[in-house]
T-cell receptor, first 115, second 115 residues
Framework: AAGVIQSPRHLIKEKRETATLKCYPIPRHDTVYWYQQGPGQDPQFLISFYEKMQSDKGSIPDRFSAQQFSDYHSELNMSSLELGDSALYFC??????????????FGEGSRLTVL | AQKVTQAQTEISVVEKEDVTLDCVYETRDTTYYLFWYKQPPSGELVFLIRRNSFDEQNEISGRYSWNFQKSTSSFNFTITASQVVDSAVYFCALLEIGGGFKTIFGAGTRLFVKA
């Protein structure tokens, strides 16, 4: 069965550079979430999209932006990167339709290292 | 206020021991879901179980069992006869239906199972 696909899996950037992470949700899932997990920390919710509209916002820095496209894939754009942005970024998808279980299906994560 | 509390930061056991991971949650919603996720050293988040707030039946799946008690707002996870492959970080998570379908994670419990 198709899972959530994230790319790239690993990314190395320098301070003040820009990075873009991509997420392809499970087909027919209508909601995409982005989480940031710093070293030794729990995943922190950044932002979510439902049917291509932003549905909720968490602790996402102003330097970050995200959107969901017509094909339901989502991109997280991070600018003016800082050392503290080094983390594992998870994308997850779920279905809020009838029979929704609330379960998040996670991608394998994109590991961003800022030097 | 932290909504999901995993008081045990690290647990170390010897193979074949039973181990219980504690999770206490806080919510004002009457409808919510609770989850456990496993994060092995490879980094991906693996779904283990989902419980909705109306189903307090305990569940057993192989060596895993879960004890959900609304009266104490707890959703504890027990691994019976632990194995080295169980070594991972385990996250308890809460999804409040009235909270925009945003899943909040506890801080995680790192389990070490020694041979």
């Amino acid at each position: 069965a198709a899972g959530v696909i994230q790319s790239p899996r690993h990314l190395i950037k320098e301070k003040r550079e820009t990075a873009t992470l991509k997420c392809y949700p499970i087909p027919r899932h209508d909601t995409v979430y982005w989480y940031q997990q710093g070293p030794g920390q729990d995943p922190q919710f950044l932002i979510s999209f439902y049917e291509k509209m932003q549905s909720d916002k968490g602790s996402i820095p102003d330097r970050f932006s995200a959107q969901q496209f017509s094909d339901y894939h989502s991109e997280l754009n991070m600018s003016s990167l800082e050392l503290g942005d080094s983390a594992l970024y998870f994308c997850a998808s779920s279905s809020q339709g009838e029979g929704n279980t609330g379960e998040l299906f996670f991608g394998e994560g994109s590991r961003l290292t800022v030097l | 206020a932290q909504k999901v509390t995993q008081a045990q930061t690290e647990i170390s056991v010897v193979e074949k021991e039973d181990v219980t991971l504690d999770c206490v949650y806080e919510t004002r919603d009457t409808t919510y879901y609770l989850f456990w996720y496993k994060q092995p050293p490879s980094g991906e988040l693996v779904f283990l179980i989902r419980r909705n707030s109306f189903d307090e039946q305990n569940e057993i799946s192989g060596r895993y069992s879960w004890n959900f008690q609304k009266s104490t707002s707890s959703f504890n996870f027990t691994i019976t006869a632990s194995q080295v492959v169980d070594s991972a970080v385990y996250f308890c998570a809460l999804l409040e239906i009235g909270g925009g379908f945003k899943t909040i994670f506890g801080a995680g419990t790192r389990l070490f199972v020694k041979a």
